[in-house]
């Protein structure tokens, strides 16, 4: 879930005048819709005053942006979609069972680590897998060695979390 003033994104203006310096505002107009569920600190795009609890996967939110260079003058104006990422879904499941070997893919945020668990069962404990991925990105993921856990034979199902690392 993300906070206030977590990071959704940096912003660039890819054209301007040489030496011009930008800066950045939320501004009425067109694909306005959401701004004010966010904020703009410098050149990043932040989390504001809103609870994104309940939203779901693939919930878009539209604002408009303005940049302004300096000393030039030159002003631009976007209008931005903005997705919603849910951060522990498992997005792909990839399995080599020959192998005895899982590959899991999630939504991650950049600089975190995770925690993979599995389980047999949702009644049973979960057992950690691998700790401490560190996500370079938006999207983790890691190849997990089931022959160390299930040494003897793969159980019928298989159940995944993934958690973020304290």
């Known amino acids: 879930m993300a906070n206030q003033g977590a990071r959704v994104g940096t912003l660039t203006t890819p054209k301007g005048d040489p030496g011009d310096n930008f800066t950045y505002a939320l501004i009425r107009g067109v694909g306005a819709t959401d701004n004010r569920k966010f904020q703009i ?5 932040l989390i504001g005053l809103h609870n994104f609890r309940g939203i779901i996967d693939g919930t878009e939110f539209s604002v408009r942006v303005q ?3 300096s000393p030039s003058g030159l ?4 209008r931005l979609t903005l997705t919603a990422v849910a951060p522990f879904r498992i997005t792909a499941f990839n399995n080599d069972l020959d192998q005895r070997k899982v590959s899991l893919s999630w939504n991650s945020r950049e600089g975190n680590s995770y925690r993979v668990l599995g389980s047999m069962s949702l009644l049973l404990p979960f057992i950690e897998l691998v700790d401490s991925i560190s996500s370079g990105g938006l999207v983790t993921s890691t190849v997990v060695d089931l022959s160390v856990f299930f040494p003897l034979e793969l159980p019928d ?7 973020e690392a304290e």
Do not use: C
């Open 41 to 45: 600190v410098g050149n990043e795009l």
């Open 67 to 69: 940049s302004t260079g």
């Open 75 to 78: 002003q631009e104006e976007a």
């Open 157 to 163: 199902q298989l159940y995944f979390q993934i958690k």
